[in-house]
């Protein structure tokens, strides 16, 4: 079964930094792109970043493009992001997300973790 | 304001079948994949259907998509309870070179 566990948010005062973590279990990891959503209070699902299954390319939202980082460490079965600058409306559940077919960028997300709470607020 | 069109609400009674529509344009659902995700409240987003009508084992046959030109949708037939939920279409953007979501469906079952 597959598992994704994400972890990392908080409450943290604009300007500053976060890193959030998923951890995947139940598939070959290395094997599939990743990516993270995030749906703000009463707002609807909106995609952040994704990253392929050997880090060759990586894409960002316009809202946060040169703020936010994508990475994963396939030895570790994991994904990250780096948030730096933080907004406000960059509060949100950040959801990690796997790509439904190996070595595929454009097949959609077919399992997704439970999300990790972000809140940016002074 | 999404890129992704979809109405905010809908509803049906039990045994209906409701319809949720997915407008986009040439550069989404007009070129690539749509995609549907079934999202409860502090629950994970489920795969309802992807490649546009293709439904993933154990999601129900009540559950089917079609698309045409630059439009999408998701009938739910046999409406049940258990189906309020919020409805979302998903598809790339190849002008924007990311996913873009419609703004999701509430559905409620009345």
């Known amino acids: 079964e597959v598992q994704l566990v994400e972890s990392g948010g908080g409450l943290v005062q604009p300007g500053r930094s976060l890193r959030l973590s998923c951890v995947a279990s139940?598939?070959?990891?290395?094997?599939?792109?990743m990516h993270w959503v995030r749906q703000a209070p009463g707002k609807g699902l909106e995609w952040v970043s994704g990253?392929?299954?050997?880090?060759?390319?990586?894409g960002y939202a316009d809202s946060v493009k040169g703020r936010f980082t994508i990475s994963r460490d396939n030895a570790k079965n994991s994904l990250y992001l780096q948030l730096d600058s933080l907004r406000p409306e960059d509060t949100a559940l950040y959801y990690c997300?796997?790509?439904?077919?190996?070595?595929?960028?454009?097949?959609?997300?077919?399992?997704w973790g439970l999300g990790t709470l972000v809140t940016v607020s002074s | 304001q999404s890129v992704l069109t979809q109405p905010p609400s809908a509803s049906g009674t039990p045994g209906q079948t409701v319809t949720i529509s997915c407008s986009g344009s040439t550069s989404n659902i007009g070129i690539n994949y749509i995609f549907w995700y079934q999202h409860l409240p502090g629950t994970a987003p489920k795969l309802l259907i992807y490649?546009?009508?293709k439904r993933p084992s154990g999601v129900p046959d009540r559950f089917s998509g079609s698309k045409s030109g630059t439009s999408a949708s998701l009938a739910i037939s046999g409406l049940r309870s258990e189906d309020e939920a919020d409805y979302y279409c998903a598809s790339w953007d190849d002008s924007l070179s990311g996913w873009v979501f419609g703004g999701g469906t509430k559905l409620t079952v009345l």
């Open positions: 997300a796997k790509v439904s077919q190996a070595g595929s960028w454009f097949m959609g997300f077919d399992s």
């Open positions: 990253i392929d299954w050997k880090s060759e390319k990586t």
């Open positions: 490649r546009d009508n």
């Open positions: 139940g598939f070959t990891f290395e094997d599939y792109g």
